[in-house]
Nanobody, 125 residues
Framework: QLQLVESGGGSAQAGGSLTLSCAAS????????MGWFRQAPGKERERVAF????????TYADSVKGRFTISQDNAKNTLYLQMSSLKPEDTAVYYC??????????????????WGQGTQVTVSS
C-alpha cells in the first residue's frame, strides 16, 4: 500500500514561484509512475507532469512546459513540483498520484491507483 501526502501549496503573485512536495510512504521501486495533476473549478483534471521510477525524461503538459519541473528524491521518497512564472490560470488543487506500471504504460495512459489529498495553489494577478 502506498500513501501520498502533498504539501507546499499556498498563494503567489503572477510571475512568482511555489514548490510542492509529495511524501510517499510504502513500497517505492522502479515500477512506480509518479505524476502531478491539477483540477480547477469547473474544469477536467489535468496531468501536468509525470516521471517513471526506472528513468526516462520527465514529461510535461504543454500548459506548464518550461515553467514547471518535476523531480524526485529517492532517498527521501519525495516527489517535487517546482512551479515558476506562475499564471492565474495555474490556480487549482494539485494532487500527486502513483501507479505501479511499466515504463511504456506510464508514458501512455496509466491508471493511477494512489492519490494524495490535494493542496490548493492560488495565483493572483
Amino acid at each position: 500500500q502506498l500513501q501520498l501526502v502533498e504539501s507546499g501549496g499556498g498563494s503567489a503573485q503572477a510571475g512568482g514561484s511555489l514548490t510542492l512536495s509529495c511524501a510517499a510512504s510504502g513500497l517505492i521501486n522502479s515500477w512506480v509512475c509518479m505524476g502531478w495533476f491539477r483540477q480547477a473549478p469547473g474544469k477536467e483534471r489535468e496531468r501536468v507532469a509525470f516521471i517513471h521510477g526506472s528513468g526516462g525524461a520527465p514529461t510535461y503538459a504543454d500548459s506548464v512546459k518550461g515553467r514547471f519541473t518535476i523531480s524526485q528524491d529517492n532517498a527521501k521518497n519525495t516527489l517535487y513540483l517546482q512551479m515558476s512564472s506562475l499564471k492565474p490560470e495555474d490556480t487549482a488543487v494539485y494532487y500527486c498520484a502513483a501507479a505501479y506500471t511499466n515504463f511504456a504504460t506510464c508514458y501512455s495512459k496509466p491508471t493511477y491507483d494512489y492519490w494524495g489529498q490535494g493542496t490548493q495553489v492560488t495565483v493572483s494577478s
